[in-house]
Antibody, heavy 122, light 110 residues
């Protein structure tokens, strides 16, 4: 079955760029039936959708983060990535990658990575 | 885009039924049949429990059901069990390729 795994630095300095990668295993990221999202959760708080990418390269971002976010995909490596620039302490959170449905389970996130904690601190 | 509104906590005794509400606006919950619900145990990733308002993924107990009326979606858990104690989040498509989550509800089994 398809599994997602986040990877990247757990500590990022303020004003720098947070970079995370999600590796998809057990299936191809290139399936047209899905898109690939990033979602984050500050400690003790709720979930926030960051953005998504289709394997065509088409992206959509949360307007509240749009000026700082870039999501990209590398189909040859079965991976997609998140870059968040100019980070502050408010960006400290657990970051999840997730699969979203285009046809089945439309616009629901049916598979999630385990999450990776990113702390913004000097 | 503001978060969807959920009660902070809901509790019930084993075997009882509970309902969690998720209130949005006519721009999100009220406009689309694209509401999903997620269960999250402490330290774990969220798990999809309901999609497209009322559909259950394979493997999810039929004790979980979803519905929607106007700008409010609901998740009902019947025959409450100890393992249902977790945080629950709703999510809705909000148009313009945007998704919004709910504020989250902590379910306690008494």
């Amino acid at each position: 079955q398809v599994q997602l795994q986040e990877s990247g630095p757990g500590l990022v300095k303020p004003s720098q760029t947070l970079s995370l990668t999600c590796t998809v295993s057990g299936g191809s990221i290139s399936s047209g039936s899905y898109y690939w999202s990033w979602i984050r959760q500050p400690a003790g708080k709720g979930l926030e959708w960051i953005g998504r990418i289709y394997t065509s390269g088409s992206t959509n971002y949360n307007p509240s983060l749009k000026s700082r976010v870039t999501i990209s995909v590398d189909t040859s490596k079965n991976q997609f990535s998140l870059k968040l620039s100019s980070v502050t302490a408010a960006d400290t959170a657990v970051y999840y990658c997730a699969r979203g449905g285009v046809v089945v389970a439309e616009d629901a996130f049916d598979i999630w990575g385990q999450g990776t904690m990113v702390t913004v601190s000097s | 885009q503001s978060a969807l509104t959920q009660p902070a906590s809901v509790s019930g005794s084993p075997g009882q039924s509970i309902t969690i509400s998720c209130t949005g606006t006519s721009s999100d919950v009220g406009s689309y049949k694209l509401v999903s619900w997620y269960q999250q145990h402490p330290g774990k990733a969220p798990k999809l429990m309901i999609y497209e308002v009322s559909k259950r993924p394979s493997g999810v107990s039929n004790r979980f059901s979803g519905s929607k009326s106007g700008n409010t979606a609901s998740l009902t858990i019947s025959g409450l069990q100890a393992e249902d104690e977790a945080d629950y989040y709703c999510c809705s498509y909000a148009g313009s390729s945007l998704y919004v989550f709910g504020t989250g509800t902590k379910v306690t089994v008494l």
